[in-house]
């Protein structure tokens, strides 16, 4: 038996969707934008010079450009910029560019002191192993910040579709990619290696006049159906009828527009080094309970 992860997405697909994308893909940046913002703030929040930095997914190179318009600039002394498309790479401007998979990482050991992944980790095969690979490139006391789609994205788009297909073609074959929960990602932080993991959820609602109109946003971003298991046969007139006719019953706002959910979440964790505060042993409190909370201790 293989102990590979499952294979379910087709990253030789989304390196293809991403270079289509490429010519447009500052128009559908709304997301990216939000992303980055949340990024952003937590590395501002930090008093801490990173001499090595990588970003992971970096898209036409927004994050780098952004990063300069904030005071989490001087804390950077070199931000590498990569990605998995050759054309979104074209359009970086930094000084340090690579393609490469973010399923496999060409750095050695303790060669980063931090790592920023801007919405690309949803779409690896193996969260875990890629974890690992960061907290190995990750010089001690080293940050990760990355950002993903959580578990509440496109939930209406996804409902609308399921129940569309099954009444058009009598069954459902997955469109929407499952995305991970913000209470199941801490524990992946602590589990792969990780210190002092922290993770925020930002649930973004996004309006628009048509359903079409989200899923050509979704082609725009590179976010469309990239997993191994699509189902073969597309969306024809009489499943996006169907779906268009749902999306507008069910999640229609008062002015007839439909909404869209995307959340957002930001986890960040450390290597661990030796000047990290460590959790007190049992036993080792120096003040009673009793008297921290001003009353008598008796017996039971």
Known sequence: MSD??????????????????????????????????????????????????????????????????????????????????????AQQSGPARLILDEEALPFGDDSLNLVVSTLSLHTVNDLPGVLVQIRRALKPDGLFIGTLFGGETLKELRACLMEAEIEVRGGYGPRIAPFAEGADLIDLLK????????????????????????????????ESNILHDRPRKGLNRALLQRMTELYFEHFADDEGR???????????????????????????????????????????
């Open 4 to 89: 590979s992860p499952p294979r379910l997405f087709d990253r030789q697909l989304l390196a293809a969707r991403r270079n289509r994308a490429a010519r447009g893909f500052a128009q559908a940046h709304f997301l990216r934008e939000r992303a980055i913002e949340d990024s952003l703030l937590t590395l501002s929040a930090i008093n801490r010079q990173f001499d090595v930095a990588l970003e992971l997914g970096s898209g036409d190179g927004r994050f780098g450009r952004e990063l300069v318009m904030t005071p989490a600039a001087g804390k950077i002394d070199l931000l590498i910029e990569s990605d998995l498309s050759p054309s979104l790479s």
């Open 258 to 300: 439909i909404t869209a959910t995307f959340e957002i979440i930001t986890l960040s964790g450390w290597k661990a080094h030796e000047s990290q505060q460590k959790p007190l042993r049992p036993g080792s409190a120096k003040t009673r309970l009793a008297d921290a909370l001003g009353v008598k201790e008796g017996k039971l």
């Open 191 to 222: 589990r792969t290696g990780f210190q002092m993991p922290v993770v925020d959820s930002d649930r973004v609602t996004v309006s628009y006049e048509h359903p079409l109109r989200l899923m050509a946003d979704l082609r725009a971003m590179a």
